[in-house]
């Protein structure tokens, strides 16, 4: 199968926000992903706002939304409070409707995002939010390890997909450690299809370990941003998407 490649834009904002103004135009960067070939973008506002804004979120909605071949996802804390001019994450979904929202388990004093839900200590408290994205026609994925009994969870609050954090196996990759956690991602991902869910992955991906992760199959999106941000560094931002693309395509 073809593997979608949603380009995610912390990073080109995380850039921007460290001048005044608007250079780099993060718009005009997710337009040159789309361009070059990338499936869709995401974006993971937070309330501290240190890279992608509210703005952003809603003018990548509309580019977005202005081709049928494109889907937008919106990835975050859904418990996580207004503060500022940031509405919070479920306002935000319900103004710019997204085609995806990826549910995150990450607080305010994260880095980044290090590690999947617990369904057995926030499975009930999401339910309701799950049901309140479906009833506005977003498809929901939760943010999750790659852990058996946690996927039957997901399945059973009717989600329709999982992304499958990727930090260990990127960490470890090239090791006997790696080829072990290599092979636990492909018998999660097999659960998780058996179970009628269909699998994203992402968190640390790059065009070293990317193929590799995608020999297990039936991964159905990447969605990669600081590795594919550094190689534009090296090699330009459509040549970076284009090299990403290449690997899914494969």
């Known amino acids: 199968m073809t593997t979608a490649l949603s380009v995610n834009l912390n990073k080109i904002a995380l850039i921007r926000n460290s001048r005044t103004g608007n250079f780099p135009d993060v718009t005009e960067f997710g337009r040159i992903c789309l361009d070059s070939g990338a499936t869709g973008l995401t974006v993971h506002p937070r ?32 418990f996580a409070a207004a503060s500022g001019n940031y509405p919070g994450l479920l306002a935000l979904v319900a103004e710019t409707n997204p085609d995806q929202c990826t549910l995150v388990p990450d607080s305010n004093d994260q880095l980044t995002s290090d ?3 617990d369904l057995y200590k926030s499975g009930e408290t999401l339910k309701p939010i799950i049901q309140q994205l479906h009833a506005q026609g977003v498809r929901v994925s ?3 390890d790659p852990d058996p009994e946690q996927i039957v969870l997901a399945h059973k609050y009717g989600v329709e997909r999982i992304e499958l954090y990727t930090g260990p196996y990127a960490e470890h990759y090239g090791t006997p450690a790696g080829d072990k956690m290599l092979q636990q991602y492909r018998l999660a ?24 992760f995608l020999r297990i199959g039936n ?3 990447v969605s990669i941003g600081h590795a594919l941000t550094v190689d534009a560094l090296r090699m330009g931002m459509a040549s970076a998407v284009e090299a990403y693309r290449a690997i899914c395509e494969q």
């Open 219 to 221: 991964i159905a999106e």
């Open 47 to 78: 309330p501290d706002q240190r890279h992608i804004r509210p703005s952003d979120v809603r003018e990548l909605a509309a580019l977005c939304h202005a081709s049928t071949h494109v889907e937008f996802n919106i990835e975050g804390n859904p």
């Open 115 to 117: 590690h999947g839900f």
């Open 142 to 144: 939760l943010f999750m």
């Open 189 to 212: 991902t097999e659960h998780a299809v058996k179970l009628g869910l269909q699998v994203n992955a992402g968190h640390d991906l790059n065009l070293d370990n990317l193929p590799d």
